[in-house]
């Protein structure tokens, strides 16, 4: 045989096959997802090479090549030679042939084992999701009857407590309405209470009217008598003044006029501070009067008796300094024309330490003893 018919019986036999064999399990092992066994299965891709397609293409092949070489004279037993190998070439490519079936329904079967896993895969997943799924749904029912349980318990609860409350307020209500009933009890009580103290006060009232009416007979008497006496002094004191009038006409200090600013100061402030005594004297007297009015007195102790003292002595004290102001207005008067510090009695100047020591003064020393 030719070395050409060598080369192409070669060629179809052993490339065509393997390689889409081997693309095959290549596609199984590396991405079963994506190239899966059914788009390429093995069958397919070794009928596209038929062994009759290929022993016809082999025999063409041989006799193109037989009527292009040379014609040769060759003995019986050298012609018979290349049948036999022939024969022997085409049981070594149905073998290979075998294999590769062989190796087809192999990776065929690895191809479907790997399918049936992934199908076991698939659906053990998909039942681990509904067992999942069955946990969720039974978890979301448990916690629904929770939540309905608790509502109802806090329905349950409300309910007690709006009983509870209720119960208070009937309560509360009777308690009020008991309440009112003992204060109105107590207010009846009171309204006598007060009804027969009204009437005690009223019989109190009219015995201290009576009382005031012979206090206020008994307060004229007394004010008529104390009229009578201010006039006398009054009558005394306009003699006093007109004999101190008669004396004002000598001026000791008229020239020393620093120390008669001094003596008219001075003479300021004691006047400021005898005015203020006065006040307080009469305020006192007055309250005196007053509570004497209000206050109920028994003669037989001598307490009335003894509160006209005590306010007689208050209006003497405040006459005589209402007199002592007086005699400081007289002083400030002969200090501004200058004739302060002369004796109403010797008519002699009298000394500064005299005069700075007691204010008002009008005497001098030796006229003061003698008197």
């Given at each position: 045989m030719?070395p050409n018919?060598k080369?192409v019986?070669k060629?179809?036999l052993k490339k065509?096959?393997?390689r889409?064999v081997?693309?095959?399990?290549t596609a199984a092992?590396?991405s079963p997802?994506k190239?899966p066994i059914?788009?390429v299965p093995?069958?397919k891709?070794?009928?596209k ?7 016809a293409?082999?025999?063409a ?5 037989a009527k292009k070489?040379?014609?040769?004279k060759t ?5 018979a030679?290349p049948?036999a190998?022939?024969?022997v ?6 073998r290979?042939?075998v294999a590769?079936?062989?190796a ?6 690895t191809?479907?084992?790997k399918?049936?896993k992934l ?13 999942a799924a069955?946990v969720k749904a ?7 009857a929770?939540?309905?349980?608790k ?6 609860k409300a309910?007690?407590?709006a009983?509870a409350?209720?119960l ?5 209500k ?5 309440k009112?009933r003992e204060?109105q ?7 006598a ?14 015995a201290i009217?009576a009382?005031?009416q ?8 007394r004010?008529?008598e ?6 006398r ?5 306009r003699?006093?003044l007109e004999?101190?009038e008669r ?5 000791p200090?008229?020239?020393d ?6 003596l008219?100061?001075?003479l300021?402030?004691a ?6 005594q006065?006040?307080v004297?009469?305020a006192?007297?007055e309250?005196?009067?007053v509570d004497r009015e ?8 001598g307490?009335s ?11 003497d ?7 002592k102001?007086d ?11 200058g004739s ?9 100047p009298?000394s500064?330490?005299r005069?700075?020591?007691q204010l008002?003064v009008?005497t ?6 003698s008197?």
């Amino acid at each position: 045989m030719p070395p050409n018919a060598k080369k192409v019986t070669k060629t179809p036999l052993k490339k065509t096959p393997a390689r889409i064999v081997a693309t095959a399990r290549t596609a199984a092992k590396t991405s079963p997802k994506k190239a899966p066994i059914k788009k390429v299965p093995v069958k397919k891709a070794i009928s596209k090479v038929p062994v009759k397609k290929v022993v016809a293409k082999k025999a063409a092949l041989d006799r193109a090549a037989a009527k292009k070489a040379p014609a040769k004279k060759t003995p019986v037993r050298k012609a018979a030679a290349p049948a036999a190998k022939k024969a022997v070439a085409l049981t070594a490519a149905q073998r290979a042939l075998v294999a590769k079936r062989a190796a087809a329904a192999k990776a065929k079967a690895t191809a479907i084992t790997k399918a049936q896993k992934l199908r076991e895969d698939k659906s053990k997943a998909l039942a681990k999701a509904k067992a999942a799924a069955q946990v969720k749904a039974q978890k979301e029912r448990d916690a629904k009857a929770k939540a309905l349980a608790k509502s109802k318990a806090a329905a349950a609860k409300a309910k007690a407590v709006a009983a509870a409350k209720a119960l208070r307020e009937r309560e509360a209500k009777a308690k009020a309405v008991a309440k009112e009933r003992e204060i109105q009890a107590k207010a009846r009580d009171k309204a006598a209470a007060e009804a027969k103290k009204q009437r005690e006060i009223d019989a109190k009232r009219k015995a201290i009217e009576a009382e005031k009416q012979r206090k206020l007979r008994e307060i004229e008497r007394r004010n008529q008598e104390e009229l009578k006496r201010q006039e006398r002094r009054e009558a005394e004191e306009r003699r006093r003044l007109e004999a101190l009038e008669r004396k004002m006409l000598s001026k000791p200090y008229g020239k020393d006029e620093a120390f008669l600013a001094e003596l008219r100061v001075l003479l300021l402030e004691a006047r400021e501070a005898t005015s203020a005594q006065i006040v307080v004297a009469e305020a006192e007297a007055e309250e005196m009067l007053v509570d004497r009015e209000r206050l109920e007195y028994d003669d037989e102790d001598g307490s009335s008796v003894a509160s006209d003292i005590q306010r007689d002595q208050l209006k003497d004290f405040a006459t005589a300094l209402r007199l002592k102001v007086d005699e400081i207005d007289v002083a400030l008067a002969r200090v501004d024309d200058g004739s302060y510090g002369r004796c109403d009695e010797c008519y002699e100047p009298i000394s500064k330490a005299r005069l700075l020591a007691q204010l008002p003064v009008f005497t001098c020393v030796s006229c003061r003893a003698s008197v």
